[in-house]
Each structure stands twice: as C-alpha cells, then as structure tokens.
C-alpha cells in the first residue's frame, strides 16, 4: 500500500501563485509514477500533470500546459505541483495520485492510478 498527503492548497487572487506538495510513504518503491488530478463542484475530476518516476517525463493538460510544472524530490518520494497564473476556472480540490502501473499511454485517466490523497483545496478569486 501507498498513502498519499496533500499539502499547500489555499485561497489567490488570479494570477497569483501556490505551490502544492504530496508526499508518498509506504511501498513508494512501486510506484510507477504520480499525478495530479482536480474536481471541480458539479465536474467529473480531470486530469493536471503527471511525471514518470523512472526518468522525470512529464505530462499535462492543455488548460495548464505553460502555467503549470510538475515536478518530484528525487530523495524523498514526494512530488511538486507550482502554479503559476492562476485563474479562477482553477478553483478545485486538487488530488495527488500514484500508479503501479505503466500509464505512458493512458496518463490523463482517472483508472490508471491507484492511490490517492484526501484533496487539497484551490481557490482562486476573480
């Protein structure tokens, strides 16, 4: 089992900035790779970013792609969302989620991952 911690969620004004943090304890050895998901209310969760563990390749959304980075703690198994230029259709509760699995071809799908977080919460005021 893996057990997965969010952490930095808040409220910002648009286009301010927040740094999100998942921190990965357990069997974090079989972890293929992590990702960051977002529900918004009345919304089906969609997916932000994601990172393979073995060589750091990263994935995004095109609503981020530009404004968002992922990124992971090479010592620790922990993983990094920076958002940059936020607006307030990012307003969400933000998910970190792990896959055992290979998910290079299906790494924006909820069914890849295995393990998740409770949710931090994004708001961002207009």
């Known amino acids: 089992q893996v057990q997965l911690v969010e952490s930095g969620g808040g409220l910002v004004q648009a286009g301010g900035s927040l740094r999100l943090s998942c921190a990965a304890s357990?069997?974090?050895?079989?972890?293929?790779?992590m990702g960051w998901f977002r529900q918004a209310p009345g919304k089906e969760r969609e997916f932000v970013a994601a990172?393979?563990?073995?060589?750091?390749?990263?994935y995004y959304a095109d609503a981020v792609k530009g404004r968002f980075t992922i990124s992971r703690d090479n010592a620790e198994a922990a993983v990094y969302l920076h958002m940059n230029s936020l607006k307030p259709e990012d307003t969400a509760i933000y998910y970190c989620?792990?896959?055992?699995?290979?998910?290079?071809?299906?790494?924006?799908?909820?069914?890849?991952?295995?393990?998740w977080g409770q949710g931090t919460q994004v708001t961002v005021s207009s």
């Open positions: 357990g069997r974090t050895f079989t972890i293929y790779g």
């Open positions: 990172i393979r563990w073995s060589d750091s390749n990263t």
């Open positions: 989620a792990a896959a055992r699995g290979s998910f290079a071809y299906t790494y924006w799908e909820v069914r890849s991952y295995n393990y």
